[in-house]
């Protein structure tokens, strides 16, 4: 009778320490935003995706990639410290998408032109 009450204490240790390690485990935030995007046109073009400036910042550049046919995205990863305004530009182009990183992944289509 010892050994049956001993082991499901043991038992009910353990399934606590799982459960609350799965509980630890689920409570990390995603610190970071998935950018997938998708250009129906400007097949070569180079597109960068930048943080907007607040009050005395600098404009800063993140990342940058080469448009290569309208069937891949193209993904960018971006820091979500605070929901800030991004833009996506093309090189020699007057287009702009601009979008706040309020989530952990965005999907953004559009054309070049």
């Known amino acids: ?3 049956f009450v001993t082991f499901i204490v043991d038992m009910k240790r353990r399934l606590f320490f799982m459960l609350f390690s799965g509980l630890l ?3 990390h935030p995603n610190l970071q935003t998935k950018v997938v995007v998708r250009i129906g046109s400007g097949h070569g073009k180079k ?8 009050d005395r910042e600098n404009r800063v550049i993140l990342d940058s990639a080469i448009v290569e046919d309208m069937t891949r995205d193209i993904v960018f990863v971006i820091p979500r410290e605070e929901e800030r305004l991004y833009q996506l530009s093309f090189a020699g182009s007057a287009v702009r998408f601009i979008f706040i990183n309020d989530s952990p992944e965005l999907s ?3 054309n070049h032109r």
């Open 47 to 54: 597109i960068y995706i930048a943080r907007i400036p607040n």
């Open 108 to 110: 953004i289509a559009g």
């Open 1 to 3: 009778m010892a050994f």
């Open 25 to 27: 485990c689920s409570c």
